[in-house]
């Protein structure tokens, strides 16, 4: 966002704005990045130059606004206001209209491709589940809504004593308003349970990921989909429901033609709903992990970075040794079979540093790593916990949590 001006170079005025006005103005300021006094400054500045006053704008319910402007400017618009014999509170909201008028909401653009994000590490417990979910979150959420980001704080400041205590450095962003789709591919199914779902039943006549993926549906994979029913997500976040035969879907895959593509051939006919697909994987290194990786290759026309795997580990030492065993898996499927995996990053999950050396030595060596690099330090906090008890997504049962600003950072940060 632009750097307000100088105060030396602007004056501070007192006016009034109805409420939902001034909503609209700090949403769509914070869209296009720009500081909401250049927003009225530009809006009076429009207003002045037309010929006469536009239509009249309802100010009921107006109370006090405050903001800077250029020298001058508020005693020329005080003097057009006059000559229009308009109020200044009638003048200042069609100026604001205008300006919202002259700066429509910036569409969401829409890629070739789904982003395919591939949420993995080999070891469970880690919290794969509960990044995919909030990550998923992150990425509905309305674009014509507010919502804390956490915008800066140095991973090392983690480690010193005299920082931990600091508050998160965040700033009210508007949603990033994509369309979503989580895939729970854990036959676990923690993430169908974790968000309050139906898991599909393991049953001989019900279709489901694997069978899709094995050649054994009978009938549409969008059938299968449900949509996460909340305001804040607009209709844009939906769930595949896991199903408890994805405990044999290595088995299946064994006896698939390019078993690596099996995932791809189940998902592909949805993909063009969606902007962003996150697949939950289960903590396993088999076949169907292969698929995973397979699936979140850079394809052609695809710009780097745009999807992979997201490696979810924790700040202690039997995460490293499973995320040992993940990389070497990505690499030889990347050599074996002539692709290109990007890698999206790391997220150092569940971090407490009153654990002691153990965690802070661990987020260190984690942090040491460049390629990939650590893109995000989670919490070990209650918001998760507390949301997941009462089945409900972490940004709609603490939209304004500390977790929940981490979870749209992460999601800007790979975006």
């Not at 919502?147 to 800066?152: G, L, W």
């Not at 700033?171 to 591919?185: I, K, Q, S």
């Not at 984690?366 to 989670?378: Q, Y």
């Amino acid at each position: 966002m632009s750097s307000p001006a100088s105060s030396n170079d602007r004056e501070k005025v007192v006016s009034k704005l109805p409420g939902w006005l001034r909503q609209n103005l700090k949403v769509r300021a914070a869209q296009h990045g720009v500081e909401i006094q250049a927003a009225v400054e530009q809006g009076i500045e429009a207003w002045m130059s037309l010929a006469s006053a536009p239509g009249t704008v309802d100010t009921t319910g107006a109370d006090s606004f405050s903001t800077f402007l250029p020298h001058g400017q508020w005693g020329g618009f005080r003097q057009v206001a006059s000559d229009r014999r308009l109020s200044l509170t009638q003048g200042l909201a069609q100026s604001v209209q205008l300006w919202l008028e002259k700066n429509p909401a910036p569409s969401v653009q829409r890629a070739k491709h789904p982003r395919r994000r591939v949420v993995c590490n080999q070891k469970g417990g880690v919290g794969k589940t509960a990044v995919t979910a909030g990550l998923g979150e992150a990425f509905a959420e309305d674009p014509e809504a507010l919502s804390p980001v956490r915008i800066s704080r140095h991973f090392a400041a983690q480690l010193s004593e005299s920082e931990q205590d600091d508050p998160l450095a965040v700033e009210d962003l508007p949603g990033l308003g994509r369309r979503t789709l989580l895939v729970d591919y854990d036959p676990q199914r923690h993430l169908t349970k974790q968000l309050g779902q139906e898991e599909i039943p393991m049953d001989s006549d019900v279709d489901s990921l694997s069978k899709h993926m094995s050649g054994e549906a009978k009938g549409d994979i969008r059938d299968l989909i449900v949509p996460i029913t909340d305001d804040r997500y607009g209709g844009r976040l939906d769930l595949l429901p896991g199903c408890q035969d994805g405990f044999l879907l290595d088995v299946a895959l064994s006896k698939v033609r390019f078993r690596e593509a099996a995932l791809e051939r189940a998902l592909a006919s949805i993909e063009p709903f969606y902007d962003e697909i996150i697949v939950d994987c289960p903590p396993s290194l088999g076949l169907s992990m292969d698929a995973a990786i397979y699936y979140g290759r850079r394809r052609e026309e695809e710009a780097a970075g745009q999807s992979g795997p997201l490696i979810v580990v924790q700040a202690e030492d039997s995460s490293a040794d499973a995320y040992d065993l993940l990389i070497t898996q990505i690499e030889d499927l990347r050599n074996d079979m002539g692709v290109e995996v990007d890698y999206l990053g790391i997220v150092v999950n569940l971090y407490d540093p009153r654990r002691g050396f153990i965690a802070t030595s661990s987020l260190e060596a984690w942090i040491d790593i460049k390629d990939p690099k650590v893109i995000a330090v989670i919490g070990d906090l209650t918001d998760q916990r507390k949301a997941v008890r009462v089945k409900q997504p972490l940004l709609t049962f603490a939209p304004r949590g500390e977790q929940a600003a981490t979870m749209r950072a992460l999601a800007r940060e790979i975006s």
